[in-house]
């Protein structure tokens, strides 16, 4: 059984994704909180990643944030790493499907510091970097979506390692143009530092 860890603050077209996934077969789903919840109500089959990690604290900000997940994502496939998850408790996580907050458009939109300060993502960027180190099939694009389940549905043609490798490259990307909107905003919004260096 494969494992997929699903965590996205646009639910549109997740539950249509998160079934047609389980009618691949060989897969159970993981998912953050409101992932959890907005897919239990559509009847996917669910597991809520608290289970594995304990209860939210500081108001769900740390959930995926938590040593087990990422070593489910950073677990290479030896023997060894899989006896570790084993006696940890803790399934392999072989998919990740991430979509971040939405900074850019809180930019754009002229929201208050600290509406932008809350909508700066943490875990979903350590999440695509975590699997694409980890070399899982990860989505960092609700587009890339469509690609992961045909490839699968067709029985995995390509090269695993290039497919997974080629993922990897788009979350990288994903998280760099994140991170460099997020630098540019905070860069007109804060004194330079060179004021500090004197």
Not at 17 to 37: C, M, V, Y
Not at 46 to 52: F, G, K, N, Q, R
Not at 95 to 101: F, G, I, K, M
Not at 145 to 153: G, Y
Request: charged content about 25%.
């Amino acid at each position: 059984m494969k494992t997929a860890l699903i965590s996205v603050y646009h639910k549109d077209g997740i539950v249509e994704f998160a079934r047609r996934l389980l009618k691949i077969g060989d897969w159970e789903i993981l998912a953050s909180g409101g992932t959890a919840k907005h897919l239990e109500n559509a009847g996917i089959p669910v597991e809520d990643v608290a289970t594995l990690v304990g209860k939210p604290i500081l108001g769900h900000r740390v959930v995926t944030l938590s040593r087990e997940i990422h070593a489910a994502l950073l677990a290479r496939d030896t023997p060894e790493d899989q006896a570790e998850l084993d006696r940890i408790g803790v399934p392999r996580i072989d998919l990740v499907c991430v979509d971040l907050y939405p900074l850019e458009a809180a930019i754009k939109e002229g929201k208050s510091a600290e509406e932008v300060q809350e909508l700066t993502d943490i875990g979903g960027p350590t999440l695509l970097r975590s699997a694409a180190k980890g070399r899982r099939l990860v989505i960092a694009e609700p587009h890339v979506r469509e690609t992961v389940l045909q490839w699968l549905k067709n029985g995995r043609p390509h090269n695993h390692k290039e497919f997974c490798r080629a993922l990897a490259a788009k979350a990288e990307a994903t998280v760099a143009h994140y991170c460099l909107t997020s630098a540019a905003y905070l860069e007109k919004k804060v004194v330079t530092l060179q004021r500090y260096n004197t």
